[in-house]
């Protein structure tokens, strides 16, 4: 099972030796992202545009995608190459 989980907002700025993303992360945020590490040890952070800004200026969302803990383990989604093999009939 997995489902996204929000942790950060990202704003776009257009600096004055080009553009750049101001990213904040609060410390319930940076928590989030402990609490579900992805099977290497790491987690991936999606940034994706927002529909409408905030009152803050922010333009961008920061996600992951976290995986279910069963029984004190975490479950992991199956890779391509596992897929694959499942598909395969003989």
Same mark, same amino acid.
């Given at each position: ?60 969302? @920061? ?10 383990? $975490? ?12 598909? @395969?009939? $003989?």
């Amino acid at each position: 099972m997995t489902e996204k989980v929000y942790c950060g907002k990202a704003r776009y700025v257009e600096g004055k030796y080009g553009p750049y993303f101001e990213i904040s992360f609060s410390p319930g945020d940076l928590d989030k992202i402990a609490e579900y590490p992805g099977e290497s040890g790491w987690t991936n952070l999606r940034m994706v545009p927002m529909r409408n800004h905030d009152a803050r200026g922010n333009t961008h969302t @920061i996600y992951f995608i976290a995986r279910a803990q069963i029984n004190g383990t $975490f479950e992991f989604d199956k890779s391509p190459h596992e897929e694959l093999e499942d598909a @395969i009939p $003989f």
